[in-house]
């Protein structure tokens, strides 16, 4: 039994552009995804995630290295020879045939006896929780409905693997998020390897067992959802992950992970870093806004007076924006759990802002 469901093995992939020049989408990744694990490549557009999609389904090939699924390398081989079905986000469906027809349509061409298509396309549906609905038209369908008769399209072919390519993209938000949970429900019955490709973050950490975020053709990180989220290994991953207030200054002490951060202005943060930087090193500090508050915390090892500059109360929290002393500004986020909740403070006030080492994490880019 091969280690891994699919792996990225160096990879690289360039394209020449219409100016005459060469341009790499895809720089040298190497990934591992694990059989029957729900996998996610995250990134803004043009980070090459699409790409590493296509390469794994053979549309594209690499320019170096190689692609394999469950041990074998796919070399030169095209999509139809590879153990692998792709989800698109426009869902593909033949709008003159029926649902099951669509379903079915694969079986067909590869000339599947009649009853086994049947008896398949019966069982697709059932996967998708779309039961009886062969003799529909696609034009009789929602759009979630829509999604799931491609979905029973794909593992139909019963593939080893499931790429997706931001298949929940033109679905409105409500109903995005019903698909998210259904999708993950529906991967766990099914057990084939999802790979998925979404410049949605919150979608990525909803659904993803891991995750590899992508910037620049790299990636950059591969982590599970609390990894990514709570240490992220980099600037761009901090600041494409949630949202993220950064502090700017220089290493002025460090003692194992704990480091002490001189602030440009002249505060000294406390905070945690994975690898030893240098003294004196320009580093980025980076706080999660609601690790933050606006009251004295027990055992903070930072606490800085700031006035408020904006407030935004949007129900569930209420977002604050803080110039601290010193000049450098902060995100703060307080829950409002108590019945009738108000703001702890208003536009203009001092405040005290506090939050522990543990919250805060040195990034050197």
């Known amino acids: 039994m091969a280690e891994y469901a699919v792996e990225l093995r160096n990879v690289s992939k360039r394209f020449p ?42 549309f594209e090939l690499p320019t170096e290295g190689e692609v394999y699924v469950h041990g074998q390398a796919m070399g030169q081989k095209p999509p139809f020879q590879r153990p692998i079905n792709t989800v698109f986000q426009n869902y593909a469906l ?26 398949r396309v019966k069982e697709a549906l059932e996967m998708v929780r779309l039961p009886g609905f062969e003799k529909r038209r696609t034009r009789q369908m929602s759009g979630g409905q ?59 950490l909803t659904m993803s067992d891991r995750i590899a975020v992508m910037s620049g053709g790299v990636a950059l990180q591969i982590g599970d959802a609390n990894d990514i989220y709570e240490r992220p290994n980099c600037k761009f991953v901090a600041d494409f992950i949630g949202e993220t207030s950064f502090l700017h200054g220089q290493v002025q002490s460090q003692n194992g992970r704990s480091m002490a951060v001189a602030l440009d202005g ?47 109360y949007i129900g569930t929290d209420t977002h604050y924006g803080i110039r601290l ?38 990034l050197t880019e």
């Open 17 to 58: 552009a219409p100016s005459g020049e060469i341009v790499t989408a895809v720089k040298n990744v190497t990934m591992q995804i694990h059989d029957g694990e729900f996998f996610s490549m995250l990134g803004p557009s043009g980070c090459g995630k699409t790409t590493s999609l296509r390469m794994i389904a053979g």
């Open 94 to 119: 033949f709008p003159h045939m029926t649902i099951g027809e669509n379903v079915g349509f694969g079986l067909e061409m590869k000339k599947v006896a009649k009853d086994e298509i049947a008896k």
């Open 146 to 204: 829509q999604q799931r008769v491609a979905l029973a399209r794909a593992l139909v072919n019963r593939p080893e693997v499931l790429l997706l390519d931001e298949p929940l993209g033109a679905l409105d938000l409500k109903l995005r998020k019903e698909m998210q949970l259904e999708l993950k429900k529906l991967q766990r019955e099914v057990g084939i390897t999802f790979v998925y490709v979404t410049h949605d973050q919150e979608e990525a």
């Open 266 to 312: 002249g505060l000294t943060v406390q905070a945690e870093a994975d690898n030893a930087i240098p003294n004196g090193a320009e580093v980025s500090v980076a706080i999660r806004p609601e690790k933050m508050h606006l009251k004295p915390f027990a055992n903070a090892a930072n606490q800085f007076t700031g006035r408020v500059e904006s407030l935004v």
């Open 325 to 362: 002393k010193g000049g450098q500004s902060v995100r703060v986020r307080e829950q409002n759990n108590a019945p009738g909740s108000k703001p702890v403070a208003n536009e203009g006030d001092e405040v005290l802002v506090s939050f522990q080492a543990e919250a805060a994490r040195v």
